[in-house]
């Protein structure tokens, strides 16, 4: 540790005031197959020896102890049911959760939800569980909690295909189901704020927006359906002191205004390869608004390219969204396990040498 280096907490409140911190702050985000072939190769016993091996500026994130109604195995608190998809072969092999079974899938009107499903509680959760996830850690790492991915959980409630059709055949069940997501998620969150004041750094208000080239969804419904809600969050959000960071992939760049206007702080993955997503537009014309995070291209770059090429791809992403300040790097998302470790351990160590400002 050099002398006078913030710890992680100082580094993203730097940046996050528009700041220049001492180093560029990084972050990880991966598979579990990806981080245990990775400890493997670094020979590291725990997440605690990865993060400091990595210089990895660690966001502890805190919830709730869930104290409901027992949930099966293969299920979740909404009632969505869940098989695990085998991919790859080898040490390049992994596991993710489709969900299978969507329980509103089968109502046609408001009325027959109302009366059919039952919907979670926020009684559901212990908050007291929260303030030991950060005892010790407060003053030294930032701190995540709350927010909401709405949309994604209605996808799951109704079935991708019938969802996306809903917003153009069924708008009074998209309307009544996402008040009914929201209204949870917000308690949720001020509840969890509440438990521990004034330490809660950063919440995420997200919702994927965007496929390679385009949006996913119309501008008038995302203005219609999804943001009037995500402000209400995010004012909440503001209203204990934190900052909002948005996940949503692809090509966004047509509702970052939008986004911005509603209160979001920090854009994430900024996948620059996206059709309209250009670095040095995006640094240009938001740098002054907003925090950028992530950038580091996992479709291509970091399970593809050479060494050297992560290393450009890095000192790239610091040179024009770290101008000045106002960047967190990391993957653009979840680190497949195809990526050599070697690549992440160039992609995190030549953030370490040459993010210093």
Same mark, same amino acid.
């Given at each position: 540790?050099?002398?006078?280096?913030?710890?992680?907490?100082?580094?993203?409140?730097?940046?996050?005031?528009?700041?220049?911190?001492?180093?560029?702050?990084?972050?990880?985000?991966?598979?579990?197959?990806?981080?245990?072939?990775?400890?493997?190769?670094?020979?590291?016993?725990?997440?605690?020896?990865?993060?400091?091996?990595?210089?990895?500026?660690?966001?502890?994130?805190?919830?709730?102890?869930?104290?409901?109604?027992?949930?099966?195995?293969?299920?979740?608190?909404?009632?969505?049911?869940?098989?695990?998809?085998?991919?790859?072969?080898?040490?390049?092999?992994?596991?993710?959760?489709?969900?299978?079974?969507?329980?509103?899938?089968?109502?046609?009107?408001?009325?027959?939800?109302?009366?059919?499903?039952?919907?979670?509680?926020?009684?559901?959760?212990?908050?007291?569980?929260?303030?030991?996830?950060?005892?010790?850690?407060?003053?030294?790492?930032?701190?995540?909690?709350?927010?909401?991915?709405?949309?994604?959980?209605?996808?799951?409630?109704?079935?991708?295909?019938?969802?996306?059709?809903?917003?153009?055949?069924?708008?009074?069940?998209?309307?009544?189901?996402?008040?009914?997501?929201?209204?949870?998620?917000?308690?949720?969150?001020?509840?969890?704020?509440?438990?521990?004041?004034?330490?809660?750094?950063?919440?995420?208000?997200?919702?994927?927006?965007?496929?390679?080239?385009?949006?996913?969804?119309?501008?008038?419904?995302?203005?219609?359906?999804?943001?009037?809600?995500?402000?209400?969050?995010?004012?909440?959000?503001?209203?204990?002191?934190?900052?909002?960071?948005?996940? %949503?992939?692809?090509? =966004? &760049?047509?509702?970052?205004? $939008?986004? +911005?206007? @509603?209160?979001?702080?920090?854009?994430?993955? #900024?996948?620059?390869?996206?059709?309209?997503?250009?670095?040095?537009?995006?640094?240009?014309?938001?740098?002054?608004?907003?925090?950028?995070?992530?950038?580091?291209?996992?479709?291509?770059?970091?399970?593809?390219? %050479?060494?050297?090429? =992560? &290393?450009?791809?890095?000192? $790239?992403? +610091?040179? @024009?969204?770290?101008?000045?300040?106002?960047? #967190?790097?990391?993957?653009?998302?979840?680190?497949?396990?195809?990526?050599?470790?070697?690549?992440?351990?160039?992609?995190?160590?030549?953030?370490?040498?040459?993010?210093?400002?």
């Amino acid at each position: 540790m050099r002398e006078g280096e913030m710890t992680p907490r100082e580094r993203w409140l730097a940046v996050l005031r528009h700041r220049k911190p001492d180093r560029v702050p990084m972050t990880y985000r991966a598979t579990e197959e990806a981080t245990a072939r990775l400890m493997r190769y670094l020979k590291c016993k725990n997440m605690r020896e990865l993060y400091e091996r990595l210089h990895i500026d660690r966001v502890i994130h805190v919830a709730p102890k869930y104290i409901g109604p027992p949930i099966p195995p293969d299920g979740d608190m909404f009632g969505c049911r869940y098989v695990e998809i085998m991919y790859g072969h080898g040490e390049n092999a992994g596991v993710y959760r489709e969900c299978v079974y969507h329980p509103l899938a089968k109502f046609k009107t408001v009325r027959e939800i109302e009366k059919e499903y039952k919907w979670p509680s926020v009684d559901w959760f212990d908050y007291s569980a929260i303030t030991d996830q950060i005892k010790g850690y407060e003053d030294i790492y930032p701190i995540s909690g709350g927010g909401c991915e709405v949309f994604l959980i209605y996808k799951r409630l109704r079935g991708e295909k019938q969802a996306y059709l809903d917003l153009y055949l069924a708008p009074n069940i998209v309307h009544y189901c996402l008040d009914k997501l929201f209204d949870f998620y917000y308690e949720y969150t001020r509840l969890i704020f509440e438990q521990i004041p004034g330490k809660i750094l950063i919440s995420s208000v997200s919702e994927d927006l965007g496929s390679q080239t385009g949006l996913l969804y119309s501008p008038k419904h995302i203005r219609e359906y999804f943001l009037p809600r995500m402000k209400r969050m995010m004012d909440l959000i503001h209203h204990y002191g934190a900052y909002v960071m948005t996940h %949503s992939d692809g090509a =966004i &760049r047509r509702i970052i205004p $939008d986004l +911005i206007s @509603i209160g979001m702080d920090i854009l994430d993955p #900024i996948q620059w390869r996206c059709r309209g997503m250009d670095r040095e537009e995006l640094k240009r014309t938001f740098g002054d608004k907003i925090v950028f995070h992530g950038a580091m291209d996992n479709q291509k770059t970091l399970a593809f390219g %050479s060494e050297e090429e =992560i &290393r450009q791809e890095v000192r $790239d992403n +610091i040179r @024009i969204l770290g101008e000045g300040g106002g960047y #967190i790097l990391g993957p653009c998302h979840n680190i497949q396990v195809i990526t050599p470790p070697k690549h992440i351990v160039a992609m995190y160590d030549e953030g370490y040498k040459s993010g210093w400002y």
